[in-house]
């Protein structure tokens, strides 16, 4: 098996056995054994048999430093390991299936609810015990092979490989949106799907096809033309005028495209990017840890709706809340925001003296207090208690509405425009400077005479303005309210889009929301295992990209690489210097943005 | 109230951290336009003196006044405004902001543009944005060619070690300080740099205008730039005078030998 070690395979398989038992225990293989994704053979739930033979065998059989030496194994190599690992992965799993028949599946059932004989069956292809799991174990082993031969490939043969693989089961996938979206613009998708769901045979190759030229020649000349690419639009402010044109258009005319459900998805993830990108400015920015923050959501939902005239639900029928206004949306929205900033003071001023853990619990209680007081007695009057409010303003200018998910897209864009470009300016201004070097070292910042005090509270108040937005914008979207929708998971979420995007960085914010909350609205089917698969893909993204998926702080690695370079070659008399800075480079890009050890004394 | 002809003073101060006394009963000042030199062994209270100076620790006793105003109980950054600034005997920079942007931060306390400046951006906010990117590097620019060119644009984490020590003084530089104050500048330093700082620090008098008050292990430092030297042991102050008179001062020699500290 060349480099790789016999026990890293046999490890590898029984993790992979391992996730296949799980996927099989809380019930996803047979949920979608009927979920076609390409013909009619190659169903998710298939695809689950043998996705975790294929991923361990590609993990394991990934070059290795050994004793200071990369080792990389050749395809025939990756091919044995592969087969080993896949073998152990799907034998392990086969292994399970004979010991569920023996000890009786319903006795198994008991405990397991979804280890249930239709799964026995479907796990063995309704072809009878032994036959099924002889067919099972040569899948496992095939896909092993192939996940060790994949991995060893050459570059320019690897990543297309794999790219066409997800990009025909994401196809196969979005089988309820792509059609539709197609539809909506006229062509007839009988030639991709089946009316039935999957991709046709012929479909799914033509797609996988399609996706490896392209990948191949993405990946023959894509560093190149990258490059050149970056380099013209540095060079020339007018290209980069023109480009933003063409992406403002695309955005413009992206809801006719792609017709109401994903517009109605894109509206939600727009809300999360607000959410996001106010919830950067105070933990990104400043480095505040903020675990209350549905508090600006619920108060931006609620407050719009009582300064837009919005009534309660009561037993009795509708009633006016105890205050009420009746503001034009757009003045109302105003309001809302420069109250928010204020509730952020409020928020901010009693915990000034915490930091960090503390800092995040204490705003979690007070969070918790905004959510709670939704649904309070108390607060009933004003904000209708467990049954809300309904009748929020649709945000209509000169009789056109909003509510509809195409129109709401729009409203939407333009308030994530400007949030975007608040927070842009924010970032490289002096302000955004003190935030920076607050987050850095609180202390140094404050000996350096910036008013921590200061800088802190003005994190909260524009953090939670920008928040607040999104609280209106939501209102306006589903246009009535009630305590379910401003949960703490609301905040955990946002923390989430805004981490995994990567702390601090504007297109990260983006991209965390577009996944964590754009994804999971595409993929309807899998409503009831949509938190297992989100904590799931949460794990995996930070354990493989801690730094976000679009971080910041990229730009300084690669500098950090350039000072190695520039020394050695500028600086051969200092040569203590040299090392240091090495020493000191290889520290710092391993600690990637970990601040220094703590402070003196 | 002090009687105002010192630039700093410090009157009787005292603190403890539990039971250990940093400093017990310390009278000292600093006059305008000296070069003060604070020696003493290690744990004799040098850094404690300059923490409860620049507000990061109250005292538990006593006065420290700064041209005449008590700066007991502002916060360090109210301190940094009124002229004095610093630089920490272990490195405390922003590592993952650039050299050039860490000087900047220097300059954070003599401008005032805000969210409206910073969104909108207009013409004044461009200007002070102009002046503090000048004045940064006019900062940094004190230490030739050390913390010049590429440099500026890299992040401050991939100086080396002395580089980080320069840069930590531009920065306390670039806060526009009338009292400056280096916490052990020449620590880990190779004989070469050390002697370069020391013209740094007596050019930090002649040709910025600073009064500077630093602790210093060095002695070669300590004699080749003091006007006046204070010893500290446990604490308070033992000596002070010119450098020989502190040198051969018998309690200092007890305190140093005794200890076998630095020389």
């Known amino acids: 098996m060349g480099p790789v070690p016999l026990r890293s395979a046999i490890g590898g398989g029984l993790i992979g056995a391992v996730v296949s ?3 099989a225990l809380v019930g996803l293989t047979e949920r979608f054994s009927d979920l076609e994704l390409v013909g009619e053979q190659v169903t998710l739930g298939r695809v689950l048999l043998v996705l975790p033979p294929f991923v361990a065998a590609y993990v394991v059989t990934r070059p290795r ?108 996938l979005l089988q309820r949106i792509i059609p539709v979206a197609m539809r909506e613009l006229g062509v007839e998708p009988d030639f991709l799907y089946e009316p ?71 509206g939600t993830v727009m809300v999360f990017i607000l959410l996001g990108l ?28 009582l300064l837009s005239g919005a009534t309660l639900n009561t037993s009795a029928g509708a009633a006016a809340p105890a205050f009420s206004a009746n503001l034009n949306f757009y003045i109302a929205v105003i309001v809302v925001v420069i109250l928010a900033a204020g509730l952020g003071l409020l928020i901010g001023a009693p915990v000034l003296r915490l930091r960090g853990d503390y ?11 905004v959510s709670i007081l939704t649904q309070s007695r108390w607060l009933a009057p004003l904000v209708g208690g467990p049954q809300g409010m309904r009748g929020i303003t649709d945000a209509e200018i000169a009789g056109y509405s909003f509510r509809a998910p195409q129109h709401f897209y ?78 703490i998971l609301v905040s955990i979420t946002a923390l989430a889009v805004v981490i995994l995007g990567g702390l601090g960085s504007i297109p990260g914010v983006v991209v965390g929301a577009l996944v964590l909350i754009g994804l999971p609205g595409l993929l309807r089917e899998f409503e009831e295992y949509r938190l297992l698969i989100y904590g799931g893909v949460l794990v995996a993204i930070m354990v493989l990209r801690p730094q976000g998926l679009v971080p910041n702080v990229r730009r300084m690695r690669e500098l950090q690489e350039d000072e190695v370079t520039q020394d050695a070659w500028a600086n051969p008399k200092t040569e203590g210097e040299t090392e240091e800075t090495y020493a000191a480079v290889v520290a710092g890009g391993r600690l990637g943005a970990e601040p220094e050890e703590e402070i003196d004394e | 109230m002090s009687d105002g002809t010192h630039l700093l003073e410090l009157r009787n101060v005292a603190k403890h951290f539990g039971g250990l006394y940093a400093l017990s009963g310390l009278d000292m000042h600093v006059n305008p336009g000296e070069i003060v030199s604070v020696i003493g062994p290690n744990g004799a209270g040098k850094s404690t003196m300059f923490n409860v100076v620049t507000g990061l620790y109250e005292p538990d006793d006593g006065a420290v006044f700064y041209r005449g105003e008590s700066l007991v109980g502002l916060a360090p950054n109210q301190i940094t405004r009124l002229g004095v600034a610093r630089t920490f005997q272990t ?40 002046r503090i990117r000048q004045r940064a590097k006019e900062a940094l620019e004190f230490f030739g060619s050390r913390l010049a060119g590429y440099r500026q644009e890299q992040p401050a984490n991939a100086l080396s070690y002395a580089n980080r020590r320069r840069l930590e003084m531009a920065r306390a530089i670039a806060t526009d300080p009338t009292l400056i104050m280096l916490d052990e500048p020449t620590a880990g330093m190779n004989p070469t740099e050390t002697l370069e700082l020391r013209d740094h620090i007596v050019r930090m008098r002649d040709q910025l205008g600073f009064t500077v008050l630093v602790i210093e292990h060095d002695m070669r430092v300590v004699k080749g730039v003091s006007d006046r030297v204070i010893a500290l042991d446990y604490g308070r102050k033992i000596a002070e005078g010119t450098y020989d008179e502190v040198a051969n001062n018998p309690q200092v020699v007890e305190a140093y030998l005794g200890t076998k500290a630095a020389g």
């Open chain 1, 65 to 172: 430093v050994v004793a200071g030496v990369r080792r990389v194994p050749t395809p025939a190599h990756g091919a044995v390991a592969g087969a080993a690992t896949g073998l152990v992965s799907i034998g392990a799993f086969a292994a399970a299936i004979v010991f569920a028949e023996w000890f009786d599946v319903n006795r198994v059932r008991q405990v397991f609810i979804a280890a249930s004989p239709t799964l026995i069956e479907f796990v063995t292809f309704e072809r009878g015990l032994a036959a099924g799991i002889v067919l099972l174990i040569a899948l496992g082993l095939v896909s092993g092979v192939a996940g060790g031969v994949i991995r060893n490939a050459s570059p320019q043969l690897r990543s297309p490989l794999v790219l066409g693989i997800a990009a025909t089961l994401l196809m196969g």
């Open chain 1, 21 to 23: 038992i799980y996927l």
């Open chain 2, 91 to 130: 490195v405390h920079l922003f590592p993952n902001m650039t050299v050039l942007e860490n000087a900047m931060v220097g300059q954070h306390c003599r401008t005032k543009s805000g969210v409206f400046g910073a969104v909108f951006r207009p013409p004044s906010t461009l200007r002070e944005e102009e």
């Open chain 1, 359 to 369: 800092l995040a619990i204490v705003t979690l209680g007070l969070g918790e207090i």
């Open chain 1, 278 to 305: 106010g919830l950067n400015i105070v933990v990104g920015y400043a480095g505040l840890l903020d675990l209350g923050y549905v508090a600006f959501f619920a108060f931006g939902a609620y407050a719009l709706g």
């Open chain 1, 410 to 487: 729009y409203l939407a864009l333009a308030f994530v425009i400007l949030a975007i470009f608040v927070s842009w300016r924010l970032s490289s201004s002096r302000v955004g400077r003190a935030w920076n070097a607050m987050r850095e070292d609180e202390q140094v910042a404050d000996a350096m005479g910036i008013s921590t005090t200061r800088y802190k509270l003005l994190a909260f108040a524009m953090g939670g303005a920008v928040g607040s937005l999104g609280g209106a914008l939501f209102a306006v979207k589903i246009g009535s309210l009630t305590p379910a929708s401003f949960e």
């Open chain 1, 196 to 266: 039935s769901g999957g991709l046709t045979l012929a479909g799914g190759i033509g797609v996988f096809v399609i996706a490896v030229v392209a990948s191949a020649l993405w990946t023959r000349s894509g560093p190149a033309a990258r490059e050149r690419a970056r380099s013209t639009v540095r060079e020339q402010p007018a290209t980069r005028t023109a480009l933003l044109v063409v992406l403002l258009a695309l955005l413009g005319i992206l809801p006719l495209l792609v017709g109401a459900v994903i517009s109605e998805v894109l």
